[in-house]
């Protein structure tokens, strides 16, 4: 991982037996990623041991904020959101760098 970038940490929760509408959202949008200088550091399904856990933790990097913005209202993403929306129960987002030790 790069300290000069910006990271995103996406908590997913996905609603039970929309699996499938999801990773179909996924499949569409993550592509997009290299477009905006945008790179998928981890994408984890957990074994959600609890209801308060996620179901999937993605680690997402772009050089730039405004990178970052410009992926947020791509429009071929905006054309896919439907399929986010209906499912995934909730979401959290949490923005961050590195950390030098």
Same mark, same amino acid.
């Given at each position: 991982m790069n300290n000069n970038r910006i990271y995103y /940490?996406? $908590?997913i929760h996905v609603i039970k037996d929309k699996y499938? &509408?999801?990773?179909?959202?996924?499949?569409l949008v993550l592509p997009l990623l290299t477009k905006y200088n945008g790179k998928?550091?981890?994408?984890?399904? /957990?074994?959600?041991k609890d209801e308060n856990?996620?179901?999937e933790i993605h680690i997402i990097s772009f050089? /730039?904020?405004?990178?970052?913005q410009a992926y947020q209202i791509d429009e071929e993403r905006e054309k896919h959101r439907h399929l986010?929306?209906?499912?995934?129960?909730?979401?959290? $987002? &949490?923005?961050?760098?590195?950390?030098?030790?």
């Open positions: /940490t996406l $908590l499938d &509408i999801f990773n179909e959202y996924e499949k998928l550091e981890l994408r984890m399904k /957990t074994d959600k856990s996620p179901d050089d /730039t904020e405004k990178d970052f986010f929306e209906s499912s995934v129960e909730d979401s959290v $987002l &949490i923005k961050g760098n590195l950390i030098n030790n």
